[in-house]
């Protein structure tokens, strides 16, 4: 079953499905790991309370890309409200890999990236 993942997040990094930009966002944010030099950003567009529009822009390992196409591709058409709600924890399960310690930061950095841009988004 972890093969599956894996595959899924190396698909993922070479034909990403929400990778480019959004103009006129309603929130946007940036987000780079120091450790390993990985770098994202979110643009969102929300429309009555939902991300009706999300998308990413940034490079670095598969595991930091594939996972903010994922996370992209989970949060859209959401509810704002839940998808503050959205742990670090559920959206690791959601990616379906065991990371080690160094390979969470990179998972974890869209996640970062996603909560940045709604709370400036108010």
């Avoid at 972890?2 to 190396?10: F, G, N, S, T, V």
């Avoid at 070479?14 to 309603?26: E, F, L, M, R």
Wanted: with cysteine; charged share 25%.
């Amino acid at each position: 079953m972890l093969d599956m993942y894996a595959e899924e997040i190396l698909e993922r990094y070479k034909d990403p499905v929400n990778k480019g930009s959004i103009k006129n966002t309603a929130a946007e944010a940036h987000e780079t790991n120091p450790l390993c030099g990985d770098s994202l950003d979110i643009y969102l567009k929300i429309e009555g309370g939902k991300i009706s529009g999300a998308k990413f822009n940034g490079f670095g390992c598969a595991i930091s890309q594939a996972a903010a196409d994922i996370l992209l591709d989970t949060v859209k058409g959401k509810n704002v409200k839940d998808v503050k709600m959205l742990s670090k924890g559920s959206f690791l399960s959601a990616l379906g890999v065991s990371l080690s310690p160094a390979r969470l930061k990179c998972a974890l950095l869209s996640w970062h990236a996603l909560m940045m841009a709604l709370e400036r988004a108010g």
